[in-house]
């Protein structure tokens, strides 16, 4: 599936909370229900608008991006991966600012040494 993290909107892919959102949705109303879907496609559900599953996503980019080989059964673990990968990117881009925040403190500090030294 092609999604995209916030800081990448100028391109045409469906955004990775949104996904999980859906499929949050999804497993909460009908996985807990009913378990003989399992074999089903999942596309069967998630393109299917009237069931108000996506949050402020166009309908022919999700019919466009959706993978048709996902199942219901594949919905769950589908749904931890992407959630670790949303985790996993603010992680990183948290870091990258404590980093890149620790590197002027210390080229700062380094300045006023020699200046005062």
């Given at each position: 599936m092609n999604y995209y993290d916030m800081e990448n909107q100028n391109q045409q892919l469906i955004s990775a909370k949104a996904f999980a959102f859906a499929l949050k949705r999804f497993i909460y109303r009908f996985l807990l229900i009913d378990s003989n879907i399992k074999n089903l496609n999942l596309n069967i559900y998630l393109l299917d608008f009237t069931?108000?599953?996506?949050?402020?996503?166009?309908?022919?980019?999700?019919?466009?991006?959706?993978?048709?080989?996902?199942?219901?059964?594949?919905?769950?673990?589908?749904?931890?991966?992407?959630?670790?990968?949303?985790?996993?990117?603010?992680?990183?881009?948290?870091?990258?600012?404590?980093?890149?925040?620790?590197?002027?403190?210390?080229?700062?500090?380094?300045?006023?040494?020699?200046?005062?030294?």
């Open positions: 069931l108000n599953l996506w949050n402020d996503v166009e309908e022919k980019l999700i019919e466009k991006l959706f993978p048709t080989y996902l199942l219901v059964s594949h919905a769950y673990n589908c749904y931890n991966f992407i959630v670790a990968e949303i985790e996993k990117t603010v992680n990183e881009r948290q870091n990258n600012t404590s980093t890149s925040t620790f590197r002027k403190t210390s080229t700062r500090t380094k300045k006023f040494k020699k200046f005062t030294g």
